[in-house]
């Protein structure tokens, strides 16, 4: 079984069941936890932990958990109330299909899980590690992490933001829960404090290309690949990279922060090829 079909599996697991009263509510959470993308934060997160020589087995749940938590996030980032979009990889929005309602019960509801599904295999004997990683991943979703980063994009819509903004805004919105998982994958495995840090530069190095790299897809990508719509930044009259720096300049700096990326793993003593791939892989996306 590759990596991708044990996420999958682990996921479709945890979902709570449906012969109940809450059943439209478990719909609307499958909906959109199951509804496929690139599983790249469940995919750190066990990457990483098998780099610092620790068991997938045990890094499942935290793989597990940092999917829902974006999962959570992209519902309400689609809602009225923030990016007001009607489609998420190529199908409509949660909202669409379940009504605004229950699309915010559904990401609250995942949200919760997240912490539970964390927290399922603890042990006398993991329970450090444990904490740590559920500590790091509340800290870096929260008020000084990702929802920190989704107000700050709020409260600049329709202002010529500067880069200095924009930075602190997607280190916070984008690569905050990316940056997370890598550190979470290092946690759960035992890593030292240098390793982490490493895992830290590699997941916020690529968070804020991915960032760049979703800027750029908004003004060049074909709408039917990306499986949302493109140009919402313009309409919405959104500072981003591409707006600010040009799209030859944005496209340099995607490749420079993969480099340092990839030049961060060069610490470990693993095989951090995947890793490698995986950076590289992200840099040069169509979708």
Do not use: W
């Amino acid at each position: 079984m590759t990596l991708n079909e044990r996420i999958e599996k682990a996921l479709a697991d945890y979902l709570p069941g449906k012969d109940c009263l809450e059943k439209r509510l478990i719909d609307s959470m499958e909906y959109s936890l199951l509804a496929g993308g690139k599983r790249i934060r469940p995919l750190l997160v066990l990457e990483f932990c098998q780099l610092c020589g620790g068991s997938i087995e045990d890094a499942v749940p935290f793989a597990c958990a940092v999917e829902m938590i974006h999962t959570y996030s992209l519902i309400h980032d689609d809602l009225p109330c923030m990016d007001n979009d009607d489609f998420r990889r190529g199908k409509p929005s949660n909202h669409k299909v379940y009504g605004e309602d229950t699309a915010l019960l559904a990401g609250d509801a995942l949200q919760a899980l997240a912490f539970k599904t964390a927290t399922s295999n603890i042990t006398q004997e993991n329970a450090y590690n444990t904490a740590r990683a559920v500590n790091n991943l509340a800290e870096y979703c929260g008020a000084n992490g990702m929802v920190g980063g989704q107000i700050i994009d709020l409260e600049n819509e329709g202002k010529s933001s500067g880069i200095d903004i924009l930075k602190k805004m997607d280190k916070k919105k984008t690569a905050a829960i990316i940056k997370s998982a890598c550190e979470m994958g290092c946690i759960v495995a035992g890593a030292g404090d240098e390793d982490i840090k490493r895992a830290r530069v590699f997941g916020e190095s690529i968070g804020i290309a991915f960032q760049i790299q979703d800027d750029i897809l908004d003004v060049t990508a074909d709408q039917s690949k990306l499986g949302k719509p493109v140009g919402s930044d313009k309409e919405n009259e959104k500072s981003t990279y591409v707006s600010l720096l040009g799209l030859e300049e944005c496209k340099s700096l995607v490749e420079s922060l993969t480099a340092k990326a990839i030049d961060s793993l060069s610490g470990f003593k693993g095989d951090s090829s995947a890793l490698k791939e995986l950076a590289l892989s992200l840099s040069n996306r169509e979708y």
